[in-house]
């Protein structure tokens, strides 16, 4: 074998390895097919109830449908709310003691972490597609280019991507599925603290700061302008006038930080 061959054979074996581990995923979506139903309508049912139980009450800053406004935030939740899911799926495999046969067989150290990655995000390829029918079956619309279209939904995997693998991390630190409620407990109030609901402007300004910068907000924020949908209430922070390029640099923060923390806590051994 040469030398140019071996990057290459490994390259290959992850791909094959993680394939692998991707179609470990779909057999356990066959066999607990009601997880995956719960799993894609919970966040629809939240999208209803926010819609129609506090929408009726809300108005948008400068006009608009505060449907239009509700639903870009909404999905920006969404896609953050996929690492606890992720994380209960690892802890579930570190008590069973799987991860450990894994890490015993001779496949690529990362192909674990990649084919789970890959299956959550077909998943949320698949909460994504549910959610706008939902949205547009509400009233949503978007009013932009189909090139904009587009990038809004390139925009919320990439979000969905990262959070998926700060919850790959998380959840081989935590180790067991019981730790998933602690983060839970932190997750939910710093999703909320964004302007998915109601501006960064309405709130207190030490508040309103921490919203502005949230990475769910940037992303929002820059799916509302690719949709064309209502900005609401203009903050005039840099953060607010450049959500796209926040919601692009963000998530690829959070990947270079949680990528090689995953891959190096999963390669040394879950006991450190």
Known sequence: MTTHSVPLTRSRRL?????????????????????VVVGLTFPVMMLVMFAYFIGGGMSVEGGGDYTEYLVPGMLALTMAFGL????????????????????????????????????????SIAGLLVMLGAGWAIGWRWHGTLTEAVAAVGLLLLLRFAMLWAGIYLGLVAG?????????????????????????????DWMGAIADWNPMSATAGAVRELFANPAGWESGSWAAEHAIALAVAWPLVLLAVFVPL???????????
Do not use: C
């Open 176 to 204: 067991k599925p019981e730790m998933v409620q602690a983060v839970q407990t932190l997750v939910w109030p710093v999703a909320f603290l964004s302007n998915a609901f109601t501006s960064p402007e309405t709130m207190p």
């Open 15 to 35: 791909v094959t390895d993680s394939a692998t581990m991707t179609r470990r995923g779909f057999a356990h979506w066959a066999r607990q097919p009601g997880q």
């Open 262 to 272: 995953a891959v190096g806590r999963y390669t040394r051994g879950l006991s450190l």
């Open 84 to 123: 606890e899911g992720t994380m209960v799926a690892l802890t579930q495999d570190i008590n069973r003691g799987v991860l450990d046969r894994f890490r015993s067989m001779p496949i690529a150290p990362s192909a674990v972490l990649v084919g789970r990655s890959l299956l959550d995000m077909l998943s």
